[in-house]
């Protein structure tokens, strides 16, 4: 894995959850190591083929919609590079 592929977020849900987004070949993986999430969300996998939308929001966050109508938002550091990065990605 190349260290353009892990980006610093924080998944904004019930509080700003810190960790690590990986994207990897076939999907985005986000990682945190806060024990008082649940364990559904510290290691949640989102295959793009199971990804409705990566949308850009206000204030460095993104929306990732899936395609079974949950959302999650992050505040990305390197937004742009990560929206780049995913894009080239998604369209293989």
Known sequence: M????????SLCKNGILGGLLYVKE???IYCTNKL???ETIRRLHMPYKKI???EKSPFHTIVITLK?????RFL???REKF???VSDLIKG
């Not at 079974?68 to 999650?72: F, L, M, N, P, T």
């Open 2 to 9: 190349k260290l353009k592929d892990v980006y610093n977020v």
């Open 26 to 28: 076939a999907e985005l």
């Open 36 to 38: 008082t999430v649940p």
């Open 52 to 54: 409705k939308s990566i």
């Open 68 to 72: 079974e109508g949950k959302s999650y």
């Open 76 to 78: 990305v550091f390197s």
């Open 83 to 85: 929206m780049n990065r």
